[in-house]
């Protein structure tokens, strides 16, 4: 029997970017044809044995634009025990997009029939997260009220009923990553609702992203708060948010009040199971999340966060934990997230690379269907 045959033991999804094609507003800000890959091809390692640069094996430098590239992700993925992908969906207000030719693509060719959903990543670019060394702001997100959030409904809508898309209870899934941002996100989630209902489908599963959720308290707290606001269940992503040691903090402290020109180390941090979990895990409603590896200085340089010691191994041991910690779940919202399959320039993704080739696959694979 094929592991495409087996049962799984979780509804695996990981979080898939977009970002791997030229467009003309990258264009303008970073100089013609950048990619996520020009940050990735150019890292170097800022200290001995720091992995860097990181090479892509199998699909090598790809172009999202191009069909066989999907279609050859696709079926790594599904190999390995993935249920479908989550694409990264950018919608700036007024309805202004980024990035979505290659979910486009997918959507009208059907093409690869493999399930996916949509991830709400509404916040503005701005920030070492999308590479700049300052606050400024390449584009906004803005909120301009109900008649944007009615012409953004009816732009997903035909994803919402395409047949590969991913359901809980059988409603298709949306994920909103800042949904506390929004200046009335239950209005917002009450309005989708009922235009989804009018649209023929049962309603929207609604979840919210949230993170640093290690205290119980502040865990439960914040469980109820999602609840309350109408979201159906939320995906805690803490990897690289982790709290360390004492000593850890000790010494960033010292480094950065007394030695600034230390600030070009990145701040390390060891990976372990303690950073992913949280406090809700069990909950039915919580959608908990692995990382596999996280080292952010390809896209901010001489600074940054990166998680020592990452390894198909390690990974494999936090799927195991995290997988028995849901196992209890009905199978319908037994979902367990990847982030991510393919974040490159954070260093956190599980397409081959030449070091590891499909290790990090392989360790899916064997916690999904079993060794």
């Known amino acids: 029997m094929t592991s495409e045959q ?3 033991k979780a509804r695996v999804l990981a979080y898939y970017l977009p970002q791997f094609h030229p467009i003309p507003e990258n264009d303008e800000w970073w100089g013609k044809g950048f990619t996520e890959w020009t940050n990735v091809g150019k890292a170097k390692p800022l200290f001995p044995g720091h992995y860097q640069p990181h090479v892509p094996a199998d699909l090598g430098y790809y172009d999202l634009r191009v069909p066989e590239t999907r279609e050859a992700q696709a079926q790594m993925a599904r190999k390995a025990g993935v249920e479908g992908f989550v694409y990264w969906h950018y919608w ?20 690869p029939d493999f399930p996916f959903a949509l991830a709400w990543a509404n916040e503005s670019w701005s920030g070492s997260f999308h590479g700049l060394k300052e606050g400024n702001v390449l584009i906004e997100q803005t909120y301009p009220g109900e008649e944007d959030y009615i012409a953004h409904f ?38 989708w609702q009922t235009l989804a209902i009018e649209c023929g489908l ?90 596999p590896n996280w080292d952010h200085t390809p896209r901010t340089g001489r600074r940054g966060i990166i998680l020592y010691n990452s390894s198909p191994h390690s990974f494999q041991e936090c799927l195991h934990t995290m997988i028995g910690s849901i196992g209890q779940k009905p199978f319908e919202q037994r979902f367990l997230m990847i982030k991510s399959w393919n974040e490159w320039a954070e260093g956190n993704y599980l397409e081959p690379d030449l070091k590891y080739g499909h290790a990090y696959l392989d360790a899916l694979q064997a916690e999904v269907y079993g060794k």
């Not at 997903?156 to 009923?161: D, T």
């Open 202 to 291: 049962k309603g929207i599963y609604f979840i919210g992203i949230c993170g640093r959720l290690y205290d119980r308290e502040l865990a439960e707290e914040t469980y109820h708060k999602f609840l309350k606001a109408g979201f159906d269940a939320l995906n805690v992503i803490n990897s690289y948010d982790a709290p360390t040691s004492s000593y850890d903090i000790k010494f960033r402290l010292m480094r950065k009040v007394l030695f600034k020109w230390l600030k070009c180390i990145p701040d390390l941090r060891p990976y372990g199971i303690f950073q992913m979990q949280s406090p809700i895990d069990k909950e039915v409603n919580v959608i908990p999340s692995v990382t």
């Open 92 to 111: 700036f207000g007024n309805g202004k997009r980024l990035l979505e030719r290659p979910f486009n693509e997918v959507l009208a060719s059907g093409k």
């Open 154 to 191: 009816n732009t997903v809508l035909p994803a919402f009923k395409d047949k590969r898309y991913i359901t809980c209870e059988g409603k298709p899934i949306f994920l909103i990553y800042r949904p506390f941002e929004m200046p009335d996100i239950t209005h917002f989630i009450k309005l």
């Open 6 to 8: 087996k049962q799984p």
